[in-house]
C-alpha cells in the first residue's frame, strides 16, 4: 500500500472517530439553558465538528456535519428532521466560516479570529433562518418567532460561545495526536 493511499485511509479514520465524538456529544451532553424556550438544546457536537474542520480541512468539518445531521433525526427524534436541518444551518455556518479562516492562518491567534467569526456567522445566519424556516416548517405566524427571537439570539451566543471557547481550550493538544495519526494537513 502506497504512503498515499495509507494517509487518506488515516485521515478517513480519523473524521469517523470526530463524527462519532459529535454524535455522542449530541446525544449524551445536553441540557437546555432557557426554560422559557424548551426546544433550544445545548450539545457540544460542534466542538467535535470544529476540531475535524481545523485538523483535517473546510470540507471534511462540513462533511462531518453534515453526517452529524443527518443522523441526528433518527438518532434523537426530538427535534426531527426540522432541528436536523436547523443543526446543519447553525454548525456548517460555525464550522465552515471557522474552518476556512483557519486554514489560511494555521497560528493560535488565527484560531481565535477564525472561530470568532464562525460564531459570528452562525449567530447571524440564524437570525433569518429562524425567521423564515419555523413559519414554514410549523405553521407559526412570523410574530410567535419574533416574540422569541430575543431568547433565540441569546441562545446562539451561548452555544456558538461555549463550542468556541471549548474547541480554542482543546484544540492543540488534540491536533498533535490528531496530526500524529492522520497525517499533517
Known amino acids: 500500500m ?3 493511499v495509507e494517509v487518506g485511509y488515516r485521515r478517513l479514520a480519523t473524521l469517523a472517530v470526530l463524527i462519532a465524538l459529535g454524535i455522542v ?17 445545548y450539545e457540544p457536537a ?3 465538528l470544529l476540531v475535524a474542520g481545523f485538523a483535517l480541512g473546510p470540507s471534511e468539518g462540513l462533511l462531518a456535519t453534515a453526517v452529524v ?32 479562516i483557519y486554514a489560511r492562518n494555521r497560528t493560535k ?4 479570529v477564525a472561530l470568532g467569526a464562525g460564531a459570528v456567522a452562525m449567530i447571524l445566519v440564524m437570525i433569518p433562518a429562524n425567521l423564515i424556516l419555523i413559519p414554514v416548517f ?13 431568547w433565540i439570539i441569546a441562545f446562539n451566543v451561548l452555544k456558538a460561545g461555549l463550542n468556541a471557547v471549548i474547541t480554542a481550550i482543546i484544540y492543540k493538544p ?7 495519526v492522520a497525517g499533517s494537513r
Open 109 to 112: 491567534r488565527g484560531a481565535y
Open 46 to 48: 460542534d466542538v467535535a
Open 174 to 180: 488534540i491536533s498533535r495526536l490528531i496530526k500524529g
Open 69 to 100: 445531521c443527518v443522523l441526528q433525526a433518527p438518532l434523537h427524534p426530538e427535534g426531527g428532521w426540522f432541528g436536523a436541518l436547523m443543526h446543519f444551518i447553525a454548525s456548517g455556518a460555525l464550522v465552515a466560516t471557522s474552518s476556512v
Open 25 to 41: 456529544f449530541f446525544l449524551v451532553l445536553r441540557f437546555h439553558p432557557f426554560p422559557m424556550v424548551p426546544f433550544l438544546v
Open 2 to 4: 502506497s504512503v498515499q
Open 138 to 150: 410549523y405553521g407559526l405566524p412570523r410574530s410567535a418567532v419574533v416574540s422569541v427571537m430575543g
